[in-house]
């Protein structure tokens, strides 16, 4: 094998959904598209320790590139060189910075942003992120193109929520000539296909008018299409939406990139500023921005979570384990006429940090009702992705049941963590 070798290794994700890492070396040039922690790590596990072992961290890479800001696509970043130069859309350095920062750890890395559509040049690659449909906000796919050869990385994405017209202009004019595909086949395995946002919408819709206490809603703030969702459903029923401020904060950060996202002071949006959030963001080794709770607090657009029990009917509530043990601490009593919805991957439902929600509502007689899509493509989408892309081969990632669908797929290389393809 000569120095300009062009080699691509999947360090891991061949045969596990997240924890995505991947390398294209040409010579002595090393590209890194994705830098994702697992999904389910051992209880003791660092971030170093969660380093794929064929990840040569002593040496320099040309740069990191961020398909999307979900932590199985880059939450290894604070375990990383800090010299090593990080490439990202610029919403998503800002959510990947939140995040950190709300587990006590930062990112020490330049981040460099990258435009939808914009071709922009590491040494010997060339970069072209497409902007795409996924639950994340600023999600991408990448196309790099090195000595001649052409990868596309699909990073995560789906046909369901409110940008799913990019995924289709991509079906209708896809990267010609590529090389390799990298895949991903989270949802293969699963039976049918997922409804879309607009369907979730209608569906939140029917469920606040049928309820006549509060309704409590349980889904990600860096979700901001479901945010969106929810925020939609409540004008149409007549409801407030109440977030609580890291919810707010997301919003207000992501605003300048999009402006059509619901922001405190508009019509039937509100916060709710509990203990445990408020003392995360005046805590300097975390959020370290006692300012922002304070403006909250003074917004006349705010107020504690003793009201919630005073402004009952009226509100649709964001719910997670720790703001239901700050609302219970300020009086807050469920009913059985209050309502769970469970609007998140329904696997996460069992998690340990869940019990105590569900018996606190199970205690009042409400059982959690789940409104959900997937943030990832249905099978038959893949197909209709991989047969457009027309790869010279497909390399499948972030998947647990690849083995059980590769014949659909063909052609295929199926690769296991850490075994690299030479491209040329």
């Known amino acids: 094998m000569t120095s300009s070798a062009t080699l691509l290794t999947v360090h891991r994700a061949t045969r596990e959904i997240g924890g995505n890492c991947i390398e294209i070396t040409h010579g002595d040039h090393r590209l890194i598209l994705d830098v994702g ?3 389910d790590p051992p209880p003791d596990a660092t971030p170093s320790s969660l380093i794929p072992s064929t990840l040569d961290t002593t040496h320099p890479v040309d740069a990191i590139i961020v398909s999307h800001p979900h932590q199985d696509h880059y939450g290894l970043l604070t375990a990383l060189p800090s010299d090593w130069p990080v490439w990202s859309g610029a919403p998503t350095e800002e959510l990947m910075r939140i995040t950190s920062a709300l587990t006590g750890r930062h990112i020490e890395q330049q981040v460099h942003h990258y435009k939808s559509f914009e071709p922009f040049t590491i040494g010997p690659f060339t970069v072209t992120p497409y902007l795409t449909d996924h639950s994340a906000f600023d999600a991408h796919m990448l196309l790099v193109e090195v000595a001649g050869k052409r990868v596309f ?4 994405f789906r046909r369901t929520g409110r940008k799913s017209v990019l995924v289709d202009r991509l079906l209708e004019s896809p990267p010609r000539d590529v090389d390799v595909l990298l895949m991903e086949g989270t949802t293969l395995g699963r039976t049918g296909g997922f409804p879309p946002e607009s369907e979730l919408e209608d569906r939140f819709v029917d469920y606040i008018d049928h309820t006549s206490g509060r309704v409590f809603v349980t889904w990600s703030a860096q979700n901001i299409d479901r945010t969106v969702t929810i925020y939609r459903a409540c004008k149409r029923t007549g409801r407030t939406l109440v977030l609580d401020p890291y ?4 919003l207000e950060r992501l605003a300048p990139y999009s402006k059509g996202l619901p922001q405190l002071g508009w019509k039937g ?11 995360m963001y005046k805590n300097p080794i975390r959020m370290n921005d006692p300012d ?3 403006r909250i607090s003074r917004s006349g657009k705010a107020f504690g979570a003793a009201k919630l029990e005073t ?3 009226k509100n649709v509530i964001m719910l997670r384990p720790s703001l239901l043990r700050d609302y219970i601490r300020q009086g807050v009593e469920l009913t059985g006429e209050d309502a769970w919805v469970f609007s998140m991957w329904s696997g996460y439902l069992a998690r340990p940090e869940f019990e105590p929600v569900r018996t606190a509502f199970a205690d009042v007689g409400v059982k959690p009702d789940l409104i959900h899509t997937s943030g990832h493509a249905a099978k038959s989408d893949l197909i209709e992705f991989a047969r457009a892309v027309a790869p010279r081969t497909m390399v ?3 998947g647990e049941s690849w083995d059980e669908h590769t014949a659909d797929f063909s052609p295929v290389t199926r690769l296991g963590d850490g075994e690299p393809l030479v491209l040329s």
């Open 311 to 313: 402004k009952s009917n």
């Open 292 to 294: 922002f709770i304070d």
């Open 396 to 398: 499948p990632i972030h």
């Open 247 to 250: 919810a707010v904060d997301v």
């Open 37 to 39: 922690s697992p999904l």
């Open 269 to 279: 949006l509100r916060a709710v500023v509990a203990g445990s959030i408020s003392r």
């Open 153 to 156: 990385y699909s990073g995560d």
